[in-house]
T-cell receptor, first 111, second 114 residues
Framework: EDKVVQSPLSLVVHEGDTVTLNCSYE??????LLWYKQEKKAPTFLFML??SGIEKKSGRLSSILDKKELSSILNITATQTGDSAIYLC???????????WGAGTKLIIKP | GAGVSQSPSNKVTEKGKDVELRCDPI?????LYWYRQSLGQGLEFLIY????????KSGLPSDRFSAERTGGSVSTLTIQRTQQEDSAVYLC????????????FGPGTRLTVL
């Protein structure tokens, strides 16, 4: 059964800290891994990763894929209260259009 | 330039009633997806529409769930004889076929079945 597991389930840090969120997967036919940020209800797209070892970066956020370890990390440096959200990881299957979603990491940034 | 819109934003219904949830995708997006997110859970795929092709309904949890997409645009998700376990946030997303992994999500409908 295809599955995506995220850790930790929740994380509370202080503003200015750096956090690392983890996503591991077991799927039969991997195409890409995606990170989303979910505030309130609608997730917004952050990154798509297809190749191992190539870092994607956007401001204070960065992410990298390790296909050998079947995992990805999402780093956020110099965290701000606006980074508080649920961060979702999803894996796109190569066999079809489906995305398999993790349960998310709830990140809380305290001022 | 509107994004994906959904209505209603919140729906409270009694067990056994039917509900209809609506999704307006981004103009020009031919792919449309419905997901369900229960409290503390990840997104659960329900159904996928692509252009005029037959939809993939493999994620629908029971025959009480159905969905239509009229004219390749607006979609309606219908839940008949609602049960308490149907309570969740129902999210709709759309994408260009060429970049279907970059999905744009609507704000969702929070369904509460009493």
């Amino acid at each position: 059964e295809d599955k995506v597991v995220q850790s930790p389930l929740s994380l509370v840090v202080h503003e200015g800290d750096t956090v690392t969120l983890n996503c591991s997967y077991e799927v039969t036919n991997f195409r890409s891994l995606l990170w989303y940020k979910q505030e309130k209800k609608a997730p917004t797209f952050l990154f798509m990763l297809t190749s191992s070892g190539i870092e994607k970066k956007s401001g204070r956020l960065s992410s990298i894929l390790d296909k050998k370890e079947l995992s990805s990390i999402l780093n956020i440096t110099a965290t701000q209260t606006g980074d508080s959200a649920i961060y979702l990881c999803a894996v796109e299957l190569g066999s079809n259009y489906q995305l398999i979603w993790g349960a998310g990491t709830k990140l809380i940034i305290k001022p | 330039g509107a994004g994906v819109s959904q209505s209603p934003s919140n729906k409270v219904t009694e067990k056994g009633k039917d509900v209809e949830l609506r999704c307006d995708p981004i103009s020009g997006h031919t792919a449309l997806y419905w997901y369900r997110q229960s409290l503390g859970q990840g997104l659960e795929f329900l159904i996928y529409f692509q252009g005029n092709s037959a939809p993939d309904k493999s994620g629908l949890p029971s025959d009480r769930f159905s969905a239509e997409r009229t004219g390749g645009s607006v979609s309606t998700l219908t839940i008949q004889r609602t049960q308490q376990e149907d309570s969740a946030v129902y999210l709709c997303a759309s994408s260009l076929v060429s970049s279907r992994n970059e999905q744009f999500f609507g704000p969702g409908t929070r369904l509460t079945v009493l």
